[in-house]
């Protein structure tokens, strides 16, 4: 399957190019191909032309056997299916045995999001009187009030951020540009950390563009911001597990609660299809139970 191989290699380069996708998108597509065609080589496939069906349907059900869940198996399906349609397309295969391949059912989950009591709390648990502190307090500041990814707020550099306007330029999903508000807060919060706090940080480091950076003056990680925001978490007291991504999921809830229009919320998280921005209204009804259930004295 060697001429399969390379068909892999113009696939990620057509990811990359054409489609425009993050590098973590394109891993995960490269990573589930190569368990695939692993699979076809083992039971005997000489050519992608020769698979069928019954053979994509055997490597998907030999996941579900060796545990996958089935949002992972409905990746899968989805990283193969693309993948032969661009075969298809590029005329390496001359048919798609991956059509009306249908999909798992998967159960909705809704996301885990904090109160506005103990986004409170976490904001307030770093120590300002030193520079970390300063740092961190924006950090959380920002990803709260903007509800961007994490990946997105490590990548912002100075010149993406404007505080006497107001927002900040954010490069999502694929390179997409988006503007977010930011608020009194955020803007509150970078000022004092961009003045006293990020000089001392890129004192060794003249030229930097990050703007949320480390001690040594290079950019945050993601690694070095799910420590720091688990730390805090700890400090201020908050039980559950803490991730940058429910600072995103708070953001959402805490707005639509609050009346804000499920568009604007949807252009500000960067979602391309309204349905994904749906699940917080749901997040939303299902809070109010809860302050239902937990206040009525009736219920």
Not at 2 to 8: E, G
Not at 61 to 83: C, D, N, P, W, Y
Not at 274 to 282: D, G
Request: net charge positive.
């Amino acid at each position: 399957m060697k001429d399969i191989r390379f068909a892999l290699e113009d696939y990620m380069h057509f990811l990359k190019v054409e489609r425009q996708l993050s590098g973590n998108t394109i891993i995960s597509y490269k990573r589930d191909l190569a368990e695939y065609l692993d699979y076809m080589e083992r039971v005997g496939y000489k050519s992608m032309d020769d698979v069928d069906r019954p053979a994509v349907v055997g490597h998907l059900h030999q996941l579900k056997e060796g545990g996958k869940s089935a949002r992972t198996v409905s990746r899968h399906i989805s990283s193969i299916r693309s993948f032969h349609q661009f075969l298809l397309r590029e005329k390496v295969t001359t048919k798609d045995p991956t059509v009306h391949l249908e999909l798992p059912k998967l159960e909705q989950k809704l996301p885990r999001v904090l109160s506005m009591e103990e986004v409170d709390r976490l904001i307030e648990a770093p120590d300002c009187s030193k520079p970390q502190g300063v740092r961190d307090t924006a950090l959380l500041e920002v990803l709260y009030g903007t509800g961007m990814r994490v990946s997105e707020l490590i990548g912002l550099n100075m010149d993406d951020i404007h505080l006497s306007m107001g927002f900040v330029r954010v490069f999502g999903k694929g390179g997409k540009e988006r503007i977010i508000p930011l608020g009194g807060k955020s803007i509150t919060a970078c000022k004092r950390y961009i003045e006293e706090a990020r000089p001392i940080f890129i004192a060794k480091q003249k030229g930097a563009e990050a703007l949320f950076v480390n001690m040594r003056g290079t950019r945050l990680t993601r690694q070095g911001c799910w420590k720091l925001l688990n730390g805090h978490g700890l400090k201020a007291g908050i039980q559950k597990e803490l991730t940058p991504h429910i600072l995103r999921h708070t953001f959402a809830t805490h707005l639509i609660e609050n009346g804000a229009d499920l568009r604007a919320v949807q252009e500000m998280l960067g979602h391309a299809d309204i349905s994904t921005t749906q699940i917080y209204t749901h997040v939303s009804r299902s809070r109010l139970k809860e302050v239902y259930v937990k206040f009525h004295p009736r219920a």
